[in-house]
């Protein structure tokens, strides 16, 4: 099994833009949660799904938005880029909704300019 | 608020010394805690979670609620421990995250 994977692993965007990241899951996991590491602090809660439905948001504005396929693989959406979305973006799944061991990918680094 | 927080965001100790990370934590109810690491250009992975109490590559730590405290001990250093140490609280969902401890084991 190859873990968590995100794509892209890099990515470059203009203010303004709007950006898609996406994630799969270890197989056979239902759960995947989406956080934001900006440097020097520990990872921010954006969202979690669990069997494609939001079971949890954090303190993040209207710009940030996502969804889970049938597969379990997700997307994050973050809409009118602003220079302080510059950061790393973590994707975890895990087994089911309640289970908190968490297995994360590599993340992907977004800056934006 | 719930809240994490590692004091120190660098840790510095020479090899066969103890170590002792610190995290201190704000919840109302039972606490979930975990430590996390990230070695070197890999990803995060779960190191323990206070529920299991297990010793994973000779670290442990004790939730003593009446410090509000889930410090990471080990008593003898090895270079390979050398990493980025994260502690969280899981609450409503979400894993709430301290800022980190990069420990750095010198020879």
């Known amino acids: 099994d190859a873990g968590v994977t995100q794509s892209p692993t890099h990515l470059i965007k203009t203010r303004g833009q709007h950006v898609t990241l996406r994630c799969s899951p270890i197989?056979?996991?239902?759960?995947v949660s989406w956080y934001q590491q900006v440097l020097g602090q520990g990872p921010q809660f954006i969202f979690q799904y669990y069997e494609k439905e939001e079971r949890g948001r954090g303190n993040f504005p209207d710009r940030f938005s996502a969804r889970q396929f049938p597969n379990y693989s997700s997307e994050l959406n973050v809409n009118a880029l602003l220079l302080g979305d510059s950061a790393l973006y973590l994707c975890a799944s895990s087994l089911g909704q309640w289970n908190t061991e968490a297995f994360f990918g590599q993340g992907t680094r977004l800056t934006v300019v | 608020a719930q809240r994490v927080t590692q004091p120190e965001k660098l840790l510095s100790v020479f090899k066969g010394a103890p170590v002792e990370l610190k995290c201190n934590y704000s919840y109302s109810g039972s606490p979930e805690l975990f430590w996390y690491v990230q070695y070197s250009r890999q990803r995060l992975q779960l190191l323990l979670r206070h529920i299991s109490r297990e010793s994973i590559k000779g670290f442990t730590a004790d939730l003593n609620k009446g410090e509000t405290s889930f410090h990471l001990k080990k008593p003898f250093a090895q270079e390979e421990d050398s990493a980025m140490y994260y502690c969280a609280l899981y609450s409503n969902y979400q894993l709430i995250w301290g800022a980190g401890t990069k420990l750095i084991i010198k020879p």
């Open positions: 197989s056979g996991h239902k759960s």
